[in-house]
């Protein structure tokens, strides 16, 4: 079984950054790992993956250049640095993980964690 904790989320103003970060605990090892979001009213959305080797990242149109996903595995630890964020970033993000396809596509993800919450104010 594997367990996905995020955190780092918090209220910024626009223009400004977060962090976040989502540890794996259990067998989590060579696992594509994403992080989605989902406004209110909206559908889950894709916005950055990283494959298990860290060779190839995955971004949404809409914060490619300005976010960045990343990973320590020796702490299990996936991040996503977001910068000049925007209103319209504002959502649950969620962690996600699984083994095969890598991508943005929610289905691609067996494993999700529970959300954290990023508000950007105008």
């Known amino acids: 079984q594997v367990q996905l904790v995020e955190s780092g989320g918090g209220s910024v103003q626009a223009g400004g950054s977060l962090r976040l970060s989502c540890a794996a605990f259990?067998?989590?090892?060579?696992?594509?790992m994403g992080w989605f979001r989902q406004a209110p009213g909206k559908q889950r959305e894709g916005v950055a993956a990283?494959?298990?080797?860290?060779?190839?990242?995955y971004y949404a149109d809409s914060v490619k250049g300005r976010f960045t996903i990343s990973q320590d595995n020796a702490k299990n630890t996936v991040y996503l640095q977001m910068n000049s964020l925007k209103p319209e970033d504002t959502a649950m993000y969620y962690c996600?993980?699984?083994?095969?396809?890598?991508?943005?596509?929610?289905?691609?993800?067996?494993?999700w964690g529970q959300g954290t919450q990023v508000t950007v104010s105008s």
């Open positions: 990283i494959d298990s080797s860290g060779n190839s990242a």
């Open positions: 259990g067998y989590s090892f060579s696992m594509c």
């Open positions: 996600a993980a699984d083994w095969g396809r890598c991508g943005l596509r929610p289905d691609y993800f067996h494993y």
